[in-house]
């Protein structure tokens, strides 16, 4: 699996194999569906992206256990030898619908649902979660950066502060569906085709007897791709230094250094008076990058204000998604064998059976409709194939927003979306 080395079967809730054995023993393995929503939408958003498919189909196809987790898991005391032997042999076969990847859902309506024998389905629940609920998280907010960002490239510089490396991976590819620019994780790089950038820290400048000398080495080395850490000491010197060695680096060696990046201050007056300095002493190519603790709030403000920006860096609030760090996501068994089944718990309740979900559009979407299973081409739920690739992803998240009213796609107070239910 792209983004586990090992065997992942045993990433799982210790209950999924307690209620697994016991439904073994008793002779309860009729076909079961389960499904997924998400209960809730976070403060300030008025949709959610889908994504993390492409991952849950390698996990599918990987899924065994290995004699090292049978021989874990019969260390533990828990489980029968029939048990063990029947899990050493076990392959889930389940079949998937769901919404498909870059398209856009709300709370409460059903958007994946696994069907299978009721110990297949069942086990698979702990890492189905864990893969869609930070997938969507990060798929989601990278739409509404982009969204914020109005057309301004944004890379992904959230690596070092991500909860994981996997959470790093999976960051970068919803960043990478939201059309951003490029990341700094080079294996998120390499794993995803997706495009790398990056510029200097701090610490290099720190390291060279001068600000001049540690832009001067760094242009030598990556001329034209080279981009300058400018607010290490003082910025606007900084700024003044890094226009007056792409000036000298053009007319000597006609190499046009990329730009610059500004990680503190005064973002607004700093960008401005880059601008403006770099018009007036013949360097006007030097592209403005800033980065430092944005999110997509800080982000709308910056260009409402009228910041002088070509690129945007986001990091810890991006990665770690530090306005909805978690999704209310769950897994509930909607039928087993011919009954259709539901929960009645106070504030999570669910409905019975299998579902359809119908959007209604006139010139936008209007609302989403779910409904008693039925044939109907108008499902959004789809069985799930081949996620397809991720420019195909980006074309249908470009195509759904589009689809979408401005009200809802608001960073902040957006329009609530219409879910009904009709049972």
Do not use: C
């Not at 927003?401 to 957006?414: E, Y």
């Amino acid at each position: 699996m792209y983004l586990l080395k090992d065997n992942p079967a045993l990433l799982m809730d210790l209950y999924e194999l307690t209620m697994a054995q016991a439904y073994f023993e008793k002779g309860l393995n009729e076909t079961a569906y389960f499904e997924v929503s998400i209960r809730n939408m976070p403060e300030n958003w008025g949709f959610f992206v889908m994504a993390g498919l492409a991952e849950l189909n390698s996990y599918l196809k990987e899924f065994r256990f290995s004699e090292d987790d049978i021989k874990f898991l019969k260390s533990t005391g828990k489980f029968s030898s029939d048990f063990l032997e029947f899990l050493k042999e076990l392959k889930p076969e389940v079949e998937i619908r769901a919404i498909p990847e870059g398209s856009v859902f709300f709370a409460l309506e059903p958007i994946l649902e696994v069907g299978g024998r009721m110990i297949d389905a069942q086990i698979l629940e702990s890492y189905i979660l864990n893969i869609l609920g930070f997938s969507i998280i990060e798929a989601s907010l990278a739409t509404r950066i982009s969204i914020a960002a109005q057309g301004t490239a944004v890379m992904d510089f959230g690596l070092r502060r991500a909860q994981g490396p996997v959470a790093a991976v999976r960051a970068a590819r919803g960043a990478s569906m939201a059309n951003f620019s490029a990341t700094s994780n080079l294996f998120a790089s390499r794993v995803l085709g997706f495009a790398s950038a990056g510029t200097m820290a701090h610490s290099f400048v720190e390291a060279h007897e001068s600000e001049e000398q540690a832009f001067m080495n760094f242009a030598d080395v990556h001329g034209k791709d080279s981009v300058l850490l400018v607010d290490t000491y003082e910025p606007t010197e900084g700024i003044k230094k890094a226009a007056t060695i792409a000036r000298d680096f053009y007319k000597e060696k006609g190499i046009k250094i990329k730009g610059v990046r500004i990680d503190s201050g005064d973002l607004v007056y700093l960008t401005k008076f880059a601008r403006g300095h770099f018009m007036e002493n013949g360097v006007p190519f030097l592209k403005i990058f800033v980065s430092g603790g944005l999110d997509e709030f800080s982000i709308a403000k910056l260009l409402k204000e009228g910041a002088e920006i070509d690129g945007i860096g986001i990091g810890t609030n991006f990665a770690a998604s530090h306005y909805a760090p978690d999704l209310d996501i769950i897994y509930k068994l909607v039928r087993y064998g011919e009954k259709d089944v539901f929960k009645k718990s106070p504030n999570k309740e669910t409905y019975p059976g299998r579902k359809t979900v119908v959007r209604t559009k006139k010139k936008y979407y209007e609302k989403d409709t779910v409904l008693p299973l039925r044939p109907s081409p108008d499902d959004i739920l789809k069985p799930l194939q081949s996620t397809g690739g991720i420019e195909t992803i980006r074309k249908r998240l470009s195509a759904e927003l589009s689809n979408l009213r401005d009200s809802v796609k608001r960073i902040s107070n957006p329009q609530r979306y219409i879910v009904e239910f009709a049972f």
